[in-house]
C-alpha cells in the first residue's frame, strides 16, 4: 500500500485528502491511500515514519509549513525563496529516506489569480500578514505588482499597513484585493475584513483564499460593487494537481 497524507494540527474536514480519495478511487487505484497525520507539535514528525506505513508523499498545511523545513533534507529553490514548504517528496538515497519540499501553493495561486488580471493590476492589497500570504507575496512579486499587507499585529514591517489606513484613494490604486485570513470560513460565515467596502469598484479583482463556504461574505460585498471575484478552491485543486506531479516524477 501506497501511503500519502497531510500533516497539521487539528485538521477535521480535509480538502486533501477528499481530493485524493476521489482520485485513487477514480483512477482505480487500490494500492493508493491517503490519511492525515494529526501533530500537537511538528517534533512528533519524525514519528509518522515508524508505524509501517510505505509513506511516498506528503502536504503540510498550517501552523506546520515553516516549521517542517527543519525535518527535510533538501528544499526546493523556489519553496526556500518563499519560506514555506507544503509538499514533501519521499525519496531513497543511499539506503536512507530523503525528504525534499516544495511549495506547490505557488503553482496554484499564480495559476488561478493570473487569468484574471489585466494591465490595470499593477498594485495589490494583501489583508492578513500569517503564513499564507508568504507564497501570494512570492507571485505578486514574480509579476511584478506592488503590494502592501494590512496588519492585525502590534509591529509593522516593511510594506505592512493597519486596517484602518485602507482609504478610497488606496482602493483607487490597489485594484487586486487578497483576503489571506481565515476570516469568513465556516461556520463564521458572518465575518469579513473591516475595509471601506463602498470604495471597491468593476475595476476590482477580488480573491479570498478561503473556499468553504463557496462565497464568503468578502466576496459577496465585493461582488456587490462589480468586482471580479474567485474563492481559494481552484488555487487549492491546482496545488494538489501540482503536488501529485512532483510525487509521482
Not at 487500490?30 to 501533530?39: C, D, I, S, T
Request: with cysteine; charged share 25%.
Amino acid at each position: 500500500m501506497k501511503t500519502f497524507g497531510l500533516i497539521g494540527h487539528r485538521l477535521g474536514y480535509s480538502f486533501s485528502r477528499n481530493f485524493f480519495t476521489e482520485k485513487f478511487a477514480k483512477e482505480n487505484l487500490q494500492e493508493h491511500e491517503y490519511v492525515n497525520f494529526e501533530l500537537d507539535n511538528i517534533d512528533e514528525f519524525p514519528g509518522i515514519f515508524e508505524g509501517g506505513k510505505t509513506i511516498c508523499g506528503l502536504n503540510c498545511t498550517i501552523p506546520y509549513k515553516q516549521q517542517i523545513m527543519q525535518f527535510l533534507d533538501e528544499i526546493d529553490a523556489e519553496a526556500a525563496q518563499v519560506g514555506a514548504v507544503n509538499t514533501v517528496k519521499i525519496m531513497s538515497k543511499d539506503g536512507k529516506r530523503y525528504l525534499k519540499g516544495f511549495n506547490t501553493d505557488v503553482y496554484g495561486f499564480e495559476n488561478s489569480l493570473r487569468p484574471m488580471l489585466e494591465e490595470k493590476h499593477r498594485k495589490a492589497l494583501i489583508l492578513g500578514t500569517g503564513g499564507a500570504s508568504k507564497a501570494i507575496k512570492h507571485i505578486l512579486n514574480k509579476l511584478n505588482i506592488d503590494f502592501v499587507s494590512a496588519s492585525i499585529e502590534e509591529q509593522l514591517f516593511e510594506k505592512e499597513i493597519r486596517y484602518n489606513q485602507i482609504d478610497e484613494q488606496l482602493l483607487k490604486e490597489y485594484l487586486v484585493i487578497i483576503q489571506a485570513t481565515p476570516l469568513g470560513t465556516f461556520p463564521n460565515v458572518d465575518a469579513c475584513a473591516d475595509i471601506p467596502y463602498q470604495y471597491i469598484s468593476a475595476d476590482h479583482v477580488c480573491f479570498d483564499l478561503v473556499y468553504n463556504p463557496e462565497e464568503t461574505l468578502f466576496l459577496k460585498k465585493a461582488k456587490a460593487q462589480g468586482a471580479k471575484t474567485k474563492n481559494g478552491l481552484e488555487m487549492l485543486h491546482l496545488q494538489a494537481i501540482r503536488a501529485w506531479e512532483i510525487w509521482n516524477a
